[in-house]
């Protein structure tokens, strides 16, 4: 499967973006899918995650009440909305898909991953 991420730009704190991710196949319902990002000079984190179904999420400890993910598999696309915006949320933004209904939270544990978007946060 191939992953298109879009959506990045330059936001003020307390602003919002949307990202998006479009899925290629025809099976997209059987991935789950999750959102990591990587800070200039930092490891690659986990953001957030949603089932294949989109009935589970998992989110980051800090994230969670500002970003929400969400799903529609008639789309193929997956979203990551976040509102009040920090500027610690500056970084590249990754979608990833995985065929494991047990992978969570580590990276590697992805099968795929697309190109990313950078979201800047302005203070």
């Known amino acids: 499967v191939q992953l298109q991420a879009s959506g990045g730009g330059l936001v003020q704190a307390g602003g919002s973006l949307r990202l998006s991710c479009v899925a290629s196949?025809?099976?997209?319902?059987?991935?789950?899918m999750g959102w990591f990002r990587q800070a200039p000079g930092k490891e690659r984190e986990f953001v957030a995650r949603?089932?294949?179904?989109?009935?589970?999420?998992h989110y980051a400890d800090s994230v969670k009440g500002r970003f929400t993910i969400s799903r529609d598999n008639g789309k193929n696309t997956v979203y990551l909305q976040m509102n009040s915006l920090k500027p610690e949320d500056t970084a590249v933004y990754y979608c990833?898909?995985?065929?494991?209904?047990?992978?969570?939270?580590?990276?590697?544990?992805?099968?795929?991953w697309g190109q990313g978007t950078l979201v800047t946060v302005s203070s």
């Open positions: 990833a898909a995985t065929t494991n209904p047990a992978v969570i939270v580590v990276a590697p544990n992805y099968d795929y």
């Open positions: 949603i089932s294949g179904g989109g009935g589970k999420t």
């Open positions: 196949g025809r099976t997209f319902s059987h991935y789950a």
